[in-house]
């Protein structure tokens, strides 16, 4: 009996066999950490390439001039009238849900408020916000739909007539501002005009 154990090779080789199973499971549960790490960081980068399309399919786009709507022999601007549509290939956006900005050299507004009203109505709304001074909040809504079925998701084919009062007081001539247009989904549109030299009681803005 005393000689059996004076032999320990079956002893030598389960512990190497020990130490080979513990390499290989290491060895897996590092490749594991590996691959999930390496299927974590594909997974956020298709996101953000999915986020980015869906950015920039979402946006919208002046069409045709921009115009300053003024009284008659005023010194300064009631309000901003354009038109936007969806860009080419953009999905439908609704515009109610937008948050309009206003900044002039003097005045800022951080969000417009967003007015329920269309057509004369929603003008006159306007022409009373702009008279608003220092503490200018202003109004902006939708004067008219085009090719429109009456809500107001802007659909590819359709268009908006968008109306946002600036205050009379500092839209004087030559002054430059800026109206932004932050979507619910997509970029910012940043319309940077400034007041002609002469204003009449319909001007084209630059």
Avoid: C
Avoid at 42 to 68: C, D, L, P, R
Avoid at 119 to 127: M, R, S, T, V
Wanted: charged letters at 15%; proline letters at 4%.
């Amino acid at each position: 009996m005393r000689s059996l154990f004076q032999h320990d090779d079956a002893f030598t080789g389960l512990e190497a066999a020990i130490v080979l199973i513990a390499f290989i499971v290491v060895a897996a549960v590092f490749s594991y950490v590996v691959l999930g790490a390496g299927f974590f960081t594909t997974q956020k980068s298709q996101e953000v390439v999915h986020t980015g399309v869906q950015q920039a399919s979402s946006s919208m786009e002046i069409i045709g001039n921009v115009y300053g709507m003024a009284a008659t022999s005023a010194t300064g601007l009631q309000y901003v009238k354009f038109t936007v549509g969806n860009t080419a290939g953009g999905t439908g956006l609704d515009v109610s849900k937008m948050v309009v900005t206003y900044t002039d050299e003097t005045t800022r507004a951080p969000d417009v408020v967003y007015s329920t009203e269309t057509g004369d109505d929603l003008i006159d709304d306007l022409k009373v916000a702009s008279a608003v001074d220092p503490n200018y909040v202003g109004a902006w809504g939708i004067i008219e739909t085009i090719n429109a079925n009456g809500d107001t998701l802007l659909e590819p084919g359709e268009q908006f007539v968008i109306g946002v009062s600036v205050p009379t007081a500092s839209t004087t001539v030559n002054t430059p501002f800026t109206v932004n247009l932050q979507p619910s989904v997509g970029a910012v549109f940043a319309l940077k005009k400034t007041v002609p030299p002469a204003i009449n009681p319909v001007n084209i803005l630059y």
